[in-house]
């Protein structure tokens, strides 16, 4: 019997000094064959050795993913026989290298050769399809390794997208009273090339005594796009004037910003944060100018929404909804310092436009102008301005200083001057001052997110102001006082963890407002129990002529995995309540509760409340469900959806609900069905397509294949990838799959000799080495598909194919190859 070499191939190594660069010679003595004259070790001569041709690959740059998909030429040097990739201008481009040296670089057939400059390196890793490059940093104009430069920017492609969020209640109450509500909001949007076109929409309709009512508005219709020359973001249409220095508002017109999104994260700002208390199953709606941003149910007890737009400044309305009826409103400041800028970089904001009131956009008011500026003028210092003018009507400017202390936070201070003349009227002039403050504490770990204080005298009107009192003179209220915070405190000593938010607004005329969420945490252990949560949250708030005050005291016991068991006690304004209830979160991706409580008097008359939630996520959405009574009172129910549908040229898809101007990767896997990506989280439906979240605009996002589940002849050729999208982008990417089975075959060549010992074996269609041939022309194949077609190159630098025949599935064949030329 004959004996078959596979032999470990490093183990014949034998250094050469007197070869080629990079070259390697083989001890062939040692291979235990007949045949020692047909050997063919020459793509092993050399290491990461590729044969000359095009190739689909991943770049990396400095261990840094670049770009994915790259069609790259690797050609033969002319110099030394080495096989080099000859790149793109466009690819060059994204690796970011000083004008200097990429003039050092020699040009082939328009392609750069950067193997050629002494200190640029290059290698293969074929079994990834990854093409590693590695340049010193004195060679690069970036530095940052949290920063994404614009020219590795990917602006997706085109497509259409719908995110949606659908919620329906019903409640009965006592003698028969009942009501319906169907709602729904969310954005319609088409991506072209670097444009984005947007449109928010909301529906209600209300079934009350007999009576149905219902409204479907466009609340905001708009087109941005990124300017990456100039780090800013422009937005045309329905938009609002997200300023850092004047109060908002929305307006038809055009507006050119810096996006701060588009610097290193430690340059960023904060995001606006919006807490409070449920006393029911609730449902929170946040919205400005009544334009919904954002509404979800939420369970009894202390709520935290971290996940706004950071987009969003101002001043935001928060409605709490509970499922008895009843509703508290109050307001959240989400005002930020405004930008510090580094030492000579300006930073900018332009609007133009006419401002609008009501869902419906009606316009108001006179065209206006509005800009403003932040400079680095020192290393910590930044000088910033700004202007608002609306023609002889109404004047502002504001003048201010910005300092990063460093170990003593942030803070800033300005003054704006305001001229307003009403019809009829002589103009009047005012002044508002303000200061802000932002620090983090690294060694207590606690954060003061924002602090701010504004004082406005009488005779200071903003343009909100302005344009509220010329559409409705009989309200004349104006902002006096304004005081934010917003921080966070661990006490370790304690194991505590603490909260507060807090925000009051006084007026000159009118009443004052105020909202107030102060809250702590403490994890213990207790007896034989481990891991006891306990909670306490004070939340108070005034608006208008209401005012809501609630105290929330609340503990958590685990029972087993994803489950635990937990108290809830309320004392507020109406009353006390106590409820009971029991969690399980065991399940992947759902989870259930069920509880009962109620006030002292409903518990010692038998009226208590019973409800039961129910959470399921899906690779197409989230749904949710929600159902309680309470005896001889009422009874409701809920229901919700949130969703989005992704249509583009490479296909459509559901997926979990993504925001309008949220990145988003579509994923195509060859036609290839229930493909997971993220742990399993994402799924590919039956046309073999999924769409998962990009992550945060202009940064590098990473996403995985989830290869433990892969049906057994299918294998990712690649298992991560990486992109980094622009705002609102769908990002495309193809999942190259090895479909295929595994044989052992014997090749032969037409004279009936065997290919030389160690040729590979490469798919035609897609470039796999399918296999490398052993002692006479014995070779293990692996992802081979029935009548395909591979090639073999010879010692001599001739090719022959070999074509795969139709072999019986789920067998271990043996195949008889011949190779013909």
Same mark, same amino acid.
Request: with cysteine.
């Given at each position: ?16 000094? #007197? ?13 235990? =064959? ?187 219709? %708009? ?42 994260? #430690? ?92 869902? #419906? ?32 009507? %109404? ?120 909202? =107030? ?34 105290? %929330? ?90 969703? #989005? ?177």
């Amino acid at each position: 019997m004959k004996r078959y070499s596979f032999v470990i191939l490093p183990a014949l190594l034998n250094l050469n000094a #007197s070869g080629p660069a990079h070259a390697i010679e083989f001890a062939t003595g040692i291979l235990n =064959m007949d045949d020692k004259d047909n050997i063919n070790l020459r793509k092993f001569e050399q290491a990461g050795y590729i044969s000359p041709g095009n190739y689909r690959m991943a770049v990396l740059l400095n261990k840094q993913f670049i770009k994915d998909e790259v069609d790259i030429l690797f050609i033969t040097s002319q110099h030394d026989n080495r096989v080099q990739p000859c790149l793109s201008r466009e690819l060059v481009d994204m690796l970011g290298i000083k004008e200097e040296v990429l003039k050092t670089i020699p040009v082939y057939h328009g392609c750069l050769l950067i193997d050629d400059v002494d200190t640029i390196s290059t290698a293969t890793r074929m079994a990834r399809s990854e093409l590693m490059i590695t340049i010193p940093q004195a060679l690069l104009r970036y530095h940052d390794p949290d920063w994404v430069p614009p020219a590795r920017w990917d602006e997706g492609i085109a497509g259409l997208l719908l995110d949606y969020d659908i919620a329906a209640s019903n409640a009965h109450y006592r003698h028969g009273a009942s009501n319906r509500d169907i709602s729904s909001y969310g954005t319609a949007g088409v991506n072209v090339g670097a444009w984005r076109v947007r449109g928010n929409y909301q529906y209600a309709q209300n079934r009350s005594a007999g009576t149905t009512t219902q409204r479907f508005d466009w609340t905001q219709r %708009y087109a941005f796009r990124a300017i990456p020359e100039l780090g800013a973001k422009l937005q045309a249409g329905q938009i609002y004037l997200n300023s850092s220095i004047f109060d908002a508002f929305r307006f038809n017109g055009l507006s050119l910003s810096s996006d701060e999104r588009m610097l290193a994260p #430690s340059l960023r700002g904060y995001a606006p944060q919006v807490s409070g208390i449920a006393r029911t199953n609730a449902r929170v709606r946040i919205t400005q100018n009544g334009r919904t941003l954002y509404e979800t149910s939420v369970p009894p007890g202390p709520f935290v929404i971290s996940d706004l737009n950071q987009a969003v400044q101002g001043l935001l309305d928060v409605s709490v909804e509970e499922e008895d009826g009843s509703t508290h409103t109050f307001q959240v400041s989400t005002a930020s310092i405004p930008f510090l800028t580094r030492q000579g970089f300006t930073r900018f904001k332009l609007f133009a436009g006419k401002p609008t009131y009501g869902m #419906s956009n009606h316009t108001r008011g006179p065209e206006f102008f509005s800009g403003e500026v932040s400079r680095g003028v020192f290393n910590n210092t930044s000088l910033y301005g700004g202007l608002i003018t609306a023609g002889q009507q %109404y004047q502002a400017a504001t003048l201010g200083l910005g300092q990063d202390m460093h170990t003593f936070g942030a803070l800033s201070a300005d003054v704006t001057r305001s001229r307003a003349r009403r019809e009829n009227e002589s103009a009047s002039s005012g002044h508002s001052y303000r200061f802000n403050y932002a620090k983090q504490f690294a060694a207590t770990g606690s954060q003061l997110s924002f602090a701010g204080y504004r004082f406005s005298d009488r005779q200071y009107i903003s343009l909100n102001d302005y344009l509220d009192n010329s559409r409705r003179p009989e309200r004349s209220w104006r902002e006096r006082e304004t005081w934010t915070l917003m921080g966070n405190q661990p006490i370790p000593v304690l194991d505590v963890y603490t909260y507060l938010s807090y925000t009051h607004r006084s007026y000159w005329y009118g009443q004052h407002s105020s909202s =107030m969420t102060l809250s702590a945490n403490r994890n213990f252990s207790l007896l034989d129990w481990r891991n006891i949560t306990g909670s306490l949250s004070i939340s108070r708030s005034r608006y208008q002529n209401s005012s809501d005050n609630q105290v %929330y005291l609340g503990i958590s016991i685990p029972v087993g995995p994803g489950q635990q068991v937990s108290y809830d006690g309320q004392y507020g304004s109406d009353g006390h309540s106590h409820t009971a209830s029991y969690f399980n979160a065991a399940g992947r991706d759902r989870n259930w509760r069920i509880s009962a409580g109620g006030s002292e008097s409903d518990l010692s008359s038998g009226n208590a409340l019973v409800r039961g939630n129910y959470r399921q996520r899906t690779q197409w959405g989230t749904f949710s469900a929600s159902a309680s009574q309470k005896n001889n009172s009422y009874r409701a129910a809920n229901i919700d959806w949130t969703g #989005s549908l992704t249509i583009t040229r490479q296909g459509a898809a559901l997926s979990e609900n993504l925001n309008g101007e949220t990145p988003r990767i579509m994923i195509s896997a060859d036609g290839e069905k229930d493909v997971g990506f993220n742990n399993g989280g994402t799924r590919t439906n039956r046309f073999g397509i999924a769409v998962i979240p990009g992550g945060s605009s202009y940064e590098n996002s990473a996403w995985s294949v989830d290869v433990r589940h892969l049906p057994e002849d299918v294998e990712a050729r690649r298992s991560v990838f990486q992109s980094t999208l622009t705002e609102g982008a769908i990002g495309y990417q193809h999942l190259a799959l090895n479909k295929g089975h595994q044989a052992m075959a014997a090749i032969t060549l037409p004279d009936g000799s065997a290919p030389g010992f160690g040729s590979a074996v490469v798919d035609n269609e897609t470039g796999k080495e399918l296999g490398i041939v052993g002692n006479d022309g014995q070779v293990y194949l692996t992802g081979i598909r029935a009548n395909a077609t591979a090639h073999i190159e010879l010692e001599n630098g001739a090719t022959c194919t070999v074509r795969i025949p139709d072999f019986a599935q789920g067998a271990f064949p043996t195949l008889l190859l011949p190779c013909e030329k």
